[in-house]
């Protein structure tokens, strides 16, 4: 257990709706990323927050959104839902502190796009 | 539990044999590398890690080796077990990115008794 939690586990949804991801950091981690792994994309960075903050932004798309609220969780949204956004997104922490700065992941939301 | 990567590359062992993953990586100027372990239905799992200025590190029963001159990094890990049935991934972190990685293809690893 690396003490990243994701909900939910599962999400089945509909071309063209929204959902939202959550994703809570280990004790003590300010930073949080998001990462989409699909079958032909591998693991694909998207987005890093830390205290709050957009930190950096990978291929993220103008349909997803992230924030991390002061308590330090996260939440991804994903909107108009397409059939290729069906994927496993899973979420990271770390402290961001010192030249190695681990990530720790969570256990994945699977998200499946009918 | 889901397939992920059901193209990948796979190597099989004997369980009691010595495994070693590999992986190219594409920028010479990442700082630090990491393995990570991924099993079926879960998030990857942290392994080891090595920074640039190192060309080898060494944990429990695994290795990490660092060639920076064809920027190439392996993953041994000694005895294989069943458990370690699993996907390894290397990671780079890009320069400049805020410890964002990036994440090889991977390798699946199955291990038979």
């Known amino acids: 257990d690396s003490g990243v939690t994701q909900t939910p586990k599962h999400l089945i949804t509909a071309t063209g709706q929204r959902v939202t991801l959550r994703c809570s950091p280990r004790s003590g981690d300010l930073s949080v990323y998001w990462y989409q792994q699909s079958l032909d994309q591998g693991l694909q960075f998207l987005i890093q927050?830390?205290?709050?903050?957009?930190?950096a932004k990978g291929n993220i798309l103008e349909r997803f959104s992230a924030q991390q609220f002061p308590d330090l969780h996260s939440e991804l949204n994903l909107s108009s839902l397409e059939l290729g956004d069906s994927a496993l997104y899973f979420c990271?922490?770390?402290?961001?502190?010192?030249?190695?700065?681990?990530?720790?992941f969570g256990p994945g939301t699977r998200l499946t796009v009918l | 539990g889901e397939s992920v990567g059901l193209h990948l590359p796979t190597l099989s062992v004997q369980e009691g044999d010595n495994s070693i993953i590999n992986c190219a990586y594409s920028n010479s100027a990442s700082d630090y590398f990491i393995w990570y372990k991924q099993e079926s239905g879960k998030g990857p799992q942290f392994i080891i890690d090595i920074r640039s200025n190192m060309d080898k590190r060494q944990g429990q029963r695994v290795t990490v080796l660092l060639n920076k001159t064809v920027k190439h990094l392996s993953l041994q890990i000694a005895a294989t077990q069943p458990g370690d049935s699993a996907v390894y991934f290397c990671a780079e972190r890009a320069v400049g990115g805020y410890n964002k990685l990036i994440f090889g293809a991977g390798t699946r690893l199955a291990v038979h008794p």
């Open positions: 927050y830390y205290n709050g903050e957009e930190r």
């Open positions: 990271a922490s770390s402290a961001l502190r010192g030249p190695t700065d681990t990530q720790y």
